[in-house]
Structure formats: C-alpha cells, structure tokens
C-alpha cells in the first residue's frame, strides 16, 4: 500500500483501482481486521434477548433504575420526542462515552492506510452503537460500563511492562556481591499480559490479530 501510494498518491481513481487490484491478486479485504469485532455482534444480540426475557431482573432496582429489564429513564420529557420517545436515557450515553474513552486509550496511532481504514470503521461502530444502545435494558448498559471501567483501570494501576534487557557476562567472576545480575524477563512481563482491557480493548486486540496474521500468510506466498 505504501509503493502504491507513492506511485499513484497524486491519481486517487488510479490508485483505488490498483488497490483493488492488490487485494484481488492476494485474495484479500480490507475489511478483514473488523471481522472479529462483528463476530461477537451475536454475543451483544443474545446478552439482550436474554436481558429482555430475564424474569429475576423484571422490577429490579438499582440507583434510580427502577427495572433493569427496561431503559434506566432518568427523567420524562413529558411529551413524546422523535427516536428518543418519552423518557431520557443517561447510561446509554455513559456506556458509549466509555467505549470512546477506551478507544482513544488502546488504540495507538495509525501506521498505515490499512491501520487507519480498521479506525474509521471502529469510529463508524461507536456512532451505531450510540444509536442501538439508547433503548437497550438498563441492566445491559451496566454490564459494559463495569467493563469499560474494570479495563481502564487495570490500563491505569496496574504496572507497565519493562523493556526486556539482557544479562551480558564476560566471565565467571562479574558475578560477585559487587554486580548486580539483571533478570531475565518472565513470560508475564510481556506487553499483551499487562492488562487485558474491558471488552472493547478485546475488539481491538482482536482486529490488531487478525490484520498481522493475514499479512504474514501474505508473506509466505
């Protein structure tokens, strides 16, 4: 993608067209990086069938939710609003709010066209999910905010992975009292096991995955 962009970055017809042309040749999708995160659509579609037929949370309370079985309300409007009906909803807000957060936090920088494509797809999911998430059952919105709020702090306290070193020795004798043997690292220090994340830190892992093992069967072609 680079070669082509520096080829064709001037002639974008062109270069969509060769681009295509790439992707055919190596039977690949750009929008391969996102199938992991619509695969787990399914898991969100059953947590709210099982939410909206859940008998033990019909009339459960909590805060000033007065049926998680049901939007939280926060407050009336009195009147009957166009997409957001009688009631104003807050923890919708609140859920997709996290899901940005989280996003801006996990989610490094860019480095190509590809990386940037799986960003603007993820930016078009928040702005579906706002949409789907504002009539969802309360105790829904719930389970992500304690999950949005459990991987952000685990990305905050928990400590960050040291860079690996390694223990030079140019002889039996520079292990004495006076040299201090720098540890080999363990396996539990690497970078991917300082903290899992909530459930959107998992999407993007996912996608990040997905995107290197397509580009190295790429490279074994």
Not at 53 to 77: C, E, G, Q, T, Y
Request: aromatic share 10%; hydrophobic share 40%; glycine share 8%.
């Amino acid at each position: 993608l680079a070669a082509l962009k520096e080829k064709y970055g001037k002639d974008k017809e062109k270069f969509a067209r060769e681009q295509m042309e790439m992707f055919r040749k190596h039977n690949d999708n750009a929008f391969g990086g996102c199938l992991p995160i619509f695969l787990q659509l399914p898991i969100f579609m059953g947590l709210y069938s099982s939410l909206n037929h859940a008998v033990d949370l019909r009339l459960a309370k909590f805060l000033w939710i007065d049926n998680l079985a049901a939007p939280d309300a926060l407050f009336s409007f009195g009147l009957n609003v166009p997409f957001l009906g009688t009631n104003f909803n807050l923890l919708p807000i609140i859920t997709v709010s996290l899901f940005v957060l989280q996003q801006k936090m996990f989610m490094p920088p860019p480095a190509n066209e590809e990386q940037a494509l799986q960003q603007k797809m993820m930016n078009f999911m928040m702005i579906f999910m706002g949409v789907m998430f504002y009539k969802v059952p309360a105790g829904l919105c719930v389970y992500f905010i304690a999950s949005s709020l459990w991987g952000i702090a685990e990305k905050k306290l928990l400590p960050k992975a040291q860079p690996a070193t390694t223990n030079v020795s140019t002889g039996p004798d520079e292990s004495g009292p006076g040299k201090k043997n720098k540890r080999n690292p363990r396996p539990d220090d690497t970078p991917d096991n300082a903290g899992s994340g909530g459930f959107l830190d998992r999407l993007l892992k996912a996608a990040e995955k997905e995107t290197a093992a397509r580009k190295s069967g790429d490279k074994r072609r």
